[in-house]
């Protein structure tokens, strides 16, 4: 069992930076594929960015390429995401998730879900 917690949400300026942390438990933290996901007011929830259970391997949405950096701390069992450059279309809850594979880009194969944080980027 994982448990996910999500911080660092918050408004913001068009053109500025947040940084969203998520805080894991559960001994098979590390070996878990992770990543953060958005939804938007009427949309349907997506994939911003994944990132192996080693950290080698990582996936990053065509929108928010060169703008976000996803990273993970095993030791710690923390999963960031570093935003910049922030655009009014990313404002959205965001999600941190767990996958029992050790990579998958696929909402689906998320087993575990933060209770998400929001982001407003206004213009």
């Known amino acids: 069992q994982v448990q996910l917690v999500e911080s660092g949400g918050g408004l913001v300026q068009a053109g500025g930076s947040l940084r969203l942390s998520c805080a894991g438990s559960?001994?098979?933290?590390?070996?878990?594929?992770m990543g953060w996901f958005r939804q938007a007011p009427g949309k349907e929830r997506d994939v911003v960015s994944v990132i192996s259970w080693n950290g080698g391997s990582t996936y990053y949405a065509d929108s928010v390429k060169g703008r976000f950096t996803i990273s993970r701390d095993n030791a710690k069992k923390t999963l960031s995401l570093q935003m910049n450059s922030l655009e009014p279309e990313d404002t959205a809850v965001y999600y941190c998730?767990?996958?029992?594979?050790?990579?998958?880009?696929?909402?689906?194969?998320?087993?575990?879900w933060g209770q998400g944080t929001q982001v407003t980027v206004s213009s």
């Open positions: 998730a767990a996958s029992i594979r050790p990579y998958s880009v696929r909402l689906n194969e998320y087993n575990y």
């Open positions: 559960g001994r098979t933290f590390s070996s878990y594929a």
